[in-house]
């Protein structure tokens, strides 16, 4: 399996997403100068001692349809049936976000993204941070806005589904885990590991067609459909457990939505934290931490 691609790196960006509780606290720093505010109902704030503020502004979403491959390679779910032709739709949001200057006495600066000076001509702009949302954030975060239309499956006919579930308006999924060739830290040798699982997935059937409507557990940071090269699913079947092995493409994601505005144009909503932007974080966190070298933020 090849290594992880521009869509891995995406979903990489939303490791945070699972964690957005609101705080005041330094922003992992000795130096208490600037601080983290984090607020229920208000924006995320960088607060200087010397009055100057920064506040977390975000572009417009940029919405993209994805039609990906689905296909099943084994099924003992329904062994006798031919494999379908199938067809995962799934809907994505892209935007940019950063941190500008809203209080600031040099005007010039106000509007701008922050400047982490090393002294000199060492002065290395804070660069916006690429933020995905897919119709899986919102059962991660239900409280968060959402208007993404719902995932679909579409396939040429069903029989690949199990004899219990045939008949049925409502199609569960027990679990769906899919895997990505990555190194072992123990045997350092590369190896196929979960990389998304989900739990208890309900999709509403209509003809040939699977919408997704729900997903109890998500026992991961990466919100994505598990459309790897290699993923399994386990159903049931009339109380019995059959598993049902298949295979996407997440490069299908490759340049999807790759041109968004990057005109940073709205004030960021209450759920969206600096633990969900992990490159701003650490933009703004190494340099601060250095005790050395005359850092500042300018």
């Not at 779910?77 to 067809?87: D, E, G, K, M």
């Not at 940071?221 to 997440?250: H, K, N, W, Y």
Request: charged residues 20%; proline residues 6%; glycine residues 6%.
């Amino acid at each position: 399996m090849k290594k992880l691609n521009w869509a891995f790196s995406i979903a990489i960006a939303l490791s945070g997403v699972l964690a957005h509780a609101e705080s005041d606290r330094p922003l992992g720093i000795q130096d208490d100068s600037v601080k983290l505010v984090e607020l229920p109902n208000q924006p995320s704030r960088l607060v200087f001692g010397d009055g100057r503020e920064a506040t977390l502004m975000v572009s417009k979403d940029t919405i993209a349809q994805v039609n990906v491959p689905f296909k099943i390679t084994e099924n003992n779910c329904a062994p006798s049936a031919r494999a379908p032709r199938c067809t995962y739709t799934m809907n994505l949001a892209r935007s940019f976000a950063n941190y500008l200057w809203t209080k600031n006495p040099d005007a010039s600066r106000l509007g701008q993204p922050l400047i982490v000076s090393y002294g000199g001509d060492q002065n290395q702009p804070v660069n916006p941070q690429d933020i995905i949302t897919t119709n899986y954030t919102k059962f991660a975060s239900p409280n968060t806005p959402n208007s993404l239309t719902a995932d679909t499956i579409t396939c040429d006919q069903m029989d690949w589904l199990p004899q219990g579930q045939q008949r049925e308006q409502n199609v569960t999924m027990k679990l769906w885990s899919g895997e990505v060739m990555t190194a072992n830290s123990e045997s350092d040798m590369n190896e196929n590991q979960a990389f998304f699982t989900y739990g208890d997935l309900t999709w509403q059937r209509q003809g040939n067609k699977l919408t997704l409507k729900n997903i109890k557990q998500l026992n991961t940071i990466v919100l994505f459909p598990a459309l790897t090269d290699t993923s399994m699913i386990i159903m049931d079947d009339r109380g019995q457990e059959c598993q049902i092995s298949s295979a996407g493409s997440l490069k299908a994601l490759n340049g999807v939505g790759s041109s968004p505005s990057t005109e940073l144009v709205d004030i960021a909503p209450p759920s969206l934290r600096i633990r969900q932007t992990p490159n701003l974080k650490f933009s703004l966190d190494y340099p601060l931490n250095q005790v050395n070298g005359g850092k500042y933020i300018k």
